[in-house]
């Protein structure tokens, strides 16, 4: 059988990176409970640390960000060094902005160079009234990294939600809730369907700050 090879194109790619982040996000999204992301961070020990988290959206000024609590291992490395990456992997979506509206391309994007910046206590309890219940004990009974044994952390559920139930009382955020939204220096969109060269538009920031966007080799 003969093979056929082809150049991907990302057609006409919009002034703003987010504008098309956005756009690839709600195609990705639809029928799936949610996005994963893949956050890099600098870590003292390992030196890079890589852990898969769920996407939560945009922050006020359009920044992605991520939620997680200050005794976590990737919170303490973003207060020691705020550099991160991050990486979404977008497999199956819908034709965008291309001419065939049936075909299935899979993207990867990467937030390049980001600053991390922790995201204000003024926009946290919008947040924790989001999240569902086991999140909320999660937050309160669970330390995450810390050696644990089932049945304590078990019994430690337990009681809290059996409190939970018979009170009624909102559960309080923990003053250990926290956020951080990432400031990149670079966008980069790489587009690839089958039997195809991969395309890629990488958005650059100028000092005016304003967006650079070019196609660039794969």
């Not at 996000?25 to 030196?47: R, V, Y």
Request: aromatic share 10%; hydrophobic share 35%; proline share 6%.
């Amino acid at each position: 059988m003969a093979q056929t090879s082809a150049l991907a194109k990302i057609s006409d790619p919009p002034v703003d990176p987010v504008q098309l982040f956005k756009h690839l996000i709600e195609t990705a999204g639809q029928g799936k409970p949610f996005i994963e992301m893949n956050l890099a961070t600098i870590d003292e020990e390992f030196g890079v640390l890589n852990r898969t988290v769920v996407y939560r959206g945009l922050s006020s000024d359009n920044h992605v960000f991520y939620i997680t609590h200050r005794h976590t291992r990737n919170c303490k490395n973003l207060q020691a060094n705020p550099k991160a990456c991050l990486t979404f992997y977008l497999p199956l979506v819908q034709n965008v902005g291309g001419k065939d509206k049936d075909t299935l391309d899979t993207w990867q994007v990467r937030l390049i160079g980001a600053t991390a910046v922790e995201l204000p206590e003024s926009e946290m309890d919008a947040l924790w009234a989001k999240e569902d219940l086991p999140a909320k004990i999660r937050g309160h009974v669970f330390p995450c990294g810390e050696p644990v044994d089932y049945e304590q952390q078990k019994a430690k559920h337990d009681n809290f939600l059996k409190e939970h139930l018979s009170t009624g009382r909102p559960i309080e955020r923990p003053a250990t809730y926290t956020g951080w939204k990432f400031q990149p220096q670079r966008w980069d969109f790489l587009k690839v369907g089958q039997g195809q060269i991969a395309d890629r538009v990488q958005y650059r920031l100028q000092s005016n700050g304003k967006w650079q966007s070019m196609h660039v080799a794969t």
